[in-house]
C-alpha cells in the first residue's frame, strides 16, 4: 500500500483540483486500488497539526472543471502562526512528524514560489517530496507555464475587451488593473490579448510623462480613447530608485486601495485627463480552468504519479517547451521568473505599438 | 423619402447597436429603399451641433453582436456644455433647428432615463421622437426590462463566480462592487444569481451591525466564507437618514474610490474581520449583449420602425410582461423604476437566506 | 416535522439543481430544521421504486451554478417500464404507496409537460403535489417562461454566433440545427438573437422553394453567405400536410440521423447551392445555468417552499410577466403552448427581414 | 514605399484578423507611413484574378478580437478552377504577373499546409515570401503550435463540458464529434481538457471490441456514462488496414453524413448500448480568437514584419517552445504533424484512464 499526501498551498488558482485529479488518476492507474490519499487541509497548516481527509477516487471525480481547491488552503502558514518564513524551524518537525506518522510514501505539493521553497526544505530534511508548480502568476524559476496563468490571463483579457467598447463609445481613457504585486506576466499578456495601448509593469517602471506622451500620440493618430493594463505592482521610476525600505513605505502608505487609482491621479495632475478604473481582482484566480490549463494540470498530474511510481523525488514538474519534466526542487526554491525588459515578447509589444512608459 | 434621425444618449451599453440595427432593419423592409438614416454622432451632442452620418444598410450589417455604440455617445451634454440640465432652453431650439434643416420625419432617441427627459421636452417642442429603453440599470420608469441590463448582470454575475471558489478556498470575505448608482437592481439580480449571502442596495439603507450578524450567522453554519454583493450607491441608515445635501458631502468625502472600501473597513472596523474588494467597474456595460438582451432589442427595434409608419410619435417602447409595446414619452419621463423593499424579488431573496443588512 | 418528496423528472437542463436549491433554502427558512428532503432518485422511477437519498441543506451548497441533476432523471418512465402512458394506472398506486410509507407532506416535481401530466394524475389521486416547469423547450403551457429555456438558447445562439464569421469568410451557406421536436422557442429566439437570415419551426411549415428564394434575395443583396436556423421538428408543407400517421412514418424513414441534413439536401437538390450542417444536440441542455435562469428557478424554488407552508397543493409554479405566481395543475396538464405564425415575435422577426421560408 | 500583399488561404480560422493587424501594426512601426498593403481577396483566387483592396491601418482597427477573415478565404483554388493542384502551373505565372505588376516587396500568406506548399512554389519561382502558419488543426510541420488551434480546441471542449452534465444526469453515452480529418490533435487536446473517457483518432485506429470494453469498465466502476470524443477523421482498425483506394470508397459510401454516427451504430450493434450524437462541427473555426491565440498570432504578425524588414524571406513564421521564429518554407512543405502513439501526451493521457480503444 502505497501512501500519498497531497496539500494545496498559497493563493488558489485555476486548475488546483485538475491537477490533483490528474495526480490522483495516474496514482490509481499505475498501482490499482493499492494506494492511500491523504489530503492535507488549509496547505502547510494542515501537515503542521496533522488535519486531513482520506480520498477516495471520487473525491476527484468531476471537479476537472471547479475552480478553487477541495483541499483549502492558506498563505504563509509560518507567518501567520507566528514565527517569521524564514527560520520556520520549529514548525518543520511538526510537518515531518505528520509525514512519519502516517508512514508516507511522499508528499505531493501544489504550490507556488514560496511554496516549493517549504517543498525544497521538507525535501533536505529527508522527505519524499514531489512539487507541482501552481500560480496565475508564471513566476515560478525553472517552468515554461504555471497552471493557473492562462486562465488568469482570460479574465484579465476579457475585463480588457468590455472596457474596450465602452472605453471607444465615451472617448475615455482606461486602467484596468491586473494581478501581480512582483511580476507582470499576466498584465502582459492579457495587454497584449486585449489590445491595451499602454501596459505597466513591475519589471518596467514607469515615467508618467511618456506614459502621457503614449496618450497624446493616440489622440493625435485621431484615436479618441486609450486603455492601459496596469500590473497590481506597476511602479513609477522615481520610487523603484528609492532603497527598498523607503519604497515599501511609499506603497504602504498610498492613499489609494490600490495603484490604479493612483496612476489614474498622475495622469490627471500631469495632462488633465480624466481616467477610469476597473479592478477585477480576485475574479482572475476564481472560475474553471480553461481548456488550455487542464491539459496542462492533467499532464502535470500524470507526470508526478510517474515520478513516485519511479521514486524520483525531490523534483519540481515543470515545462520545457511543449515537454513536461522535472528539475529538482533545490534549483527552482527561493528564485522568481522576472519579465526582462529584453523578452522577445516585451520586444514583440513595442513592435505592435504598444508603450510601456518607460 | 423618409428621414430618420438617430442618436445614443447617456451612458454607453450592450444591445445598442442591436437596437439600432433593428430600427433600420424595420424601416428598410417598411420603406423599401425609400429611407435615409441620420446617424448624430455622441448623443444630443451631435443633433446641437448638426454633426452626423448619414448611414447605410451595410453600417448595420455584422453590428448585432458588436457592444458600445457606432454613433458614440456622451453624458449630460446640457451639463457638459456649461448649461443646467433643467433649463435646456437654449440647446433645444439649436437642436430643433437641425431637425428642421434635415427635413426630418421623427428622432429615434436611445437613451436612458435623462435622455429620455430631453427626448419628451424635444416631443413637447412639437418634434416626432420615438424613445427605446437604454440602460444597464434597468430603471426606466414604464417598462419591466430596458436593454442592457441582463448584459450587465451576466458580466457582475460571472465576477460573483469567479470570486465564489477564491472564496471558499480560503474562507474569505469578499465583496464584489456592482454598478447602480441610485438603484439597486443589477446589484439584485447579480446577487441571486451569483448565490451572495448579503445585498446591499441604494433603496435599503443597512445597519453594519446587521452585516456583521449575518456573517456571523454565515460562520455559525460552518460556512467559512462570505460574499457580499454591494451597489455603487449601498448606503448605511444614518447616512440615508441626513438631509440630501449633507449625505451628498458626506459621499463627495469619501476617502476610499468607491463604496465597497468603505464598507469592507466599517466591517473590519466592527467585527475585526479582513474582507477583500472587487470592483468589476465598467467592465459591466461592455462587451457583447447576451441573446437576451439582443431579442429584446432587435423586437423594441423593429417595434420602432412600425411605430414610425403608423406615425405615432411621441411615444416610449417598452416591455411589458412578454410584450413590447409604448407609452407616452410624458408618462415616463422624471421617473425612475427603484427597487423596493416590499418587492417580490426582495421577499424572495430572503426567503433564500439572503440578508440585505437591515 | 415535514416531510418533502423531490424529483427530477424528464430530459435534464440547465438550473434543475438551482430550482432545487431554491426549494429547500426557502423551506428551511420557513421551518428553520423541521424538514426532511426525500430526494428521488431517476424521477419518478424512483418513486416507484422507493430509491431516494435523504438530503441535507450542504447537498444543496455549490450547486446553483450546476448543470444536470444531481437526483438524476429518466424519460417517460410508464413507457420504459413496458406501460403505455397513458394508463399508468399500474404504477401510480406504486408510487401513491411510497408517498404514504413515508408520510411525506409534499411531492415537488421538477419537470416538462409528460412529468406535469403525471404530477396532476397524482394530485387528483389525492397526493399533495406542487410542480415547477422545467423545461429547455418553454413549451409548458401556462407560464410565460420555463427555466432551461433561455439558457439553452444562449448555446444555440453561441453556435450561431461561430458559424457567422466562417460563414461570411467563405460566403457559404449553413444550417444550425436548434432543438424542439414540437416547438420552435429555441430557435425562434436564437435564431432572432444570432442574426438568421432564416428561420424554420415545426409550426411554421417551410416551402423548400421559398426557402431558395430568400437564399437568392440574400445574393442578390450582395451577401455572400446565409445562415437557417432549423429546429429539430422543421417540417415541409407537403409532410405537414400529410395524415399523422404517413407522416411519422416519413420522418421515421428519414435516411439522415436529423433534419438539418435533409434540409441540406432539399436545398441542394432545388438551387445547386452547398449546405453545411452543424448540430449542436445535446450541448443545448448541458452547462451550467445564465444567471436569467438561476434567478427565474430560485425565485420559482423559494415560491413552491412557500405554496408548501400555506398548504396551496396541486398547483404549479409559473411566471406571468415578471410575476412569480401559480396555476392549478391540472389546468396546464397535457397542453403544449406552441408557437404561433401570428404572435408578435414572429411578426418582429419578419420586420427584421428574417424569412419563415412559408 | 514598401509595397506587400497579404491573403488568407485555406479553411477559416480565430486569429487570422488578429495575425494580420500584428503584421501591420508592425510594418507600419518599422516603416512608419511608408507601407502599403495590397489584400489580395478570397486567398490565392485574388492573388491569380488581381482582386485586391488596398487597406489601411484603420481597416486593422477593431479586428484583434474578431473571427474570420476581412480578406476572405477559398479553399484549394487550383482544384477548384479545374486544375489539379499538384501542377497548378498554369496558375502560378498568373500570381508571378500579379506580384510583379503592383512592385510587391513580399507575399505575406496566412495559411496551412497546403496553402504554405503555394507559398514555397511562389518562393522557389523567385518570389519574396512570408508564411504564416494558419490552421485549427496544429498540423503544420515545423511549429509546436498554430494560430487557431488553441480557440478551436476551446470550442470543442465547451462542448464536452455542456455534454458532460446531461450524460451524467442520464446515465447515457455520448459521442461528441471533433474537427480533424487527417490529424487528432484537437480532439486529443479537447479530449483531455474535457474528461473524455475515450478518444478516438485518424492516428490511432481503434477497434469497436476494445471501445465496447472500455464503455463496460466505467459501467463496472459504476459510471453510468461515457463521452467519447471523436475526430471526424476516426477509422476502425480494419478499414486502416485497406489499400488507400478501397478505404476511401468505404468513407465515401458511407450512410451517415459523418463518422460518429457511424461508431455510434457500431457500438450500438456490438454492445447494444444507445449512443447520442453531438456535431459541434465549423462552430470549432468560429467564433474570437482566445486570449492564448490573440498573443500567438500577435507575436508571429510582428515577426514576420521584421522578417520583411530584415529582407528575409522565403520564411515560415513557426513556434518553438516559447520562442517566435522562422524556419525556410521549403522544410515544412507538404509535410504533416500527425499525433503519435507515442507521443508523451498519448502516453499521459492513457496514464490518467482515458481509452484509445486500440
Known amino acids: 500500500m502505497k501512501r500519498i499526501g497531497m496539500l494545496t498551498s498559497g ?42 481527509k482520506l480520498l ?33 524551524i520549529d514548525k518543520v518537525p511538526a510537518m515531518i512528524d505528520t509525514y512519519k506518522k502516517h508512514k508516507l510514501d511522499c508528499l505531493v505539493v ?25 500560480t496565475i502568476d508564471n513566476d515560478l524559476w525553472g517552468t515554461d507555464m504555471t497552471f493557473g496563468f492562462q486562465s488568469a ?7 480588457i475587451d468590455c472596457i474596450h467598447t465602452t472605453a471607444s463609445s465615451h472617448n475615455r481613457i482606461f486602467i484596468v488593473e491586473v494581478m501581480g504585486h512582483k511580476v507582470g506576466w499576466i498584465t502582459l499578456h492579457a495587454g497584449i490579448a486585449g489590445g491595451a495601448d ?39 521610476k522615481e520610487v523603484a530608485k528609492l532603497p527598498k525600505k523607503e519604497r515599501k513605505k511609499i506603497i504602504a502608505e498610498r492613499k489609494y486601495p490600490s495603484v490604479a487609482y493612483e496612476i489614474a491621479e498622475q495622469i490627471r495632475d500631469y495632462s488633465g485627463k480624466e481616467v477610469r478604473v476597473t479592478v477585477p481582482g480576485h475574479t482572475q484566480r476564481g472560475g474553471s480552468p ?33 515537454e513536461v519534466t522535472s528539475i529538482p526542487l533545490s534549483e527552482s526554491a527561493g528564485k522568481l521568473k522576472y519579465v526582462s525588459p529584453d523578452d522577445d515578447i516585451v520586444h514583440d509589444a513595442r ?8
Open 110 to 134: 501544489l504550490g507556488g514560489n514560496g511554496s516549493q521553497k517549504t517543498a525544497n526544505l521538507l525535501s533536505e530534511n529527508g522527505l519524499n517530496v514531489i512539487g507541482l508548480p501552481k
Open 11 to 52: 493563493g488558489d488558482c485555476q486548475a488546483l483540483n485538475a491537477t490533483m485529479r490528474g495526480v490522483v488518476k495516474g496514482l490509481t492507474n499505475l498501482y490499482k486500488k493499492d494506494v492511500e490519499i491523504y489530503g492535507f487541509l488549509q496547505g502547510y497548516r494542515g501537515l503542521m497539526r496533522d488535519e486531513y
Open 290 to 322: 480553461d481548456p488550455f490549463d487542464r491539459v496542462l494540470s492533467s499532464r502535470f498530474g500524470a507526470y508526478a504519479a510517474e515520478l513516485i511510481k519511479k521514486q524520483e523525488y525531490g523534483q519540481l514538474v515543470v515545462l520545457k517547451g511543449s
Open 56 to 88: 477516495k477516487s471520487e473525491d476527484f471525480s468531476g471537479i476537472l472543471t471547479k475552480g478553487g481547491t477541495i483541499l483549502g488552503s492558506s498563505r504563509q502558514p509560518f507567518k501567520q502562526m507566528g514565527i517569521p518564513t524564514e527560520d520556520g
Open 198 to 236: 499602454i501596459i505597466l509593469l513591475p519589471e518596467i517602471p514607469y515615467d508618467i510623462k511618456k506614459v502621457c506622451d503614449a496618450l497624446d500620440k493616440r489622440t493625435e493618430q485621431g484615436k479618441g480613447f486609450s486603455i492601459l493594463a496596469v500590473a497590481e505592482g506597476a511602479i513609477s
Open 351 to 358: 513592435l505592435l505599438g504598444i508603450s510601456f512608459g518607460d
Open 153 to 159: 490571463v482570460d479574465i484579465a483579457t476579457e475585463a
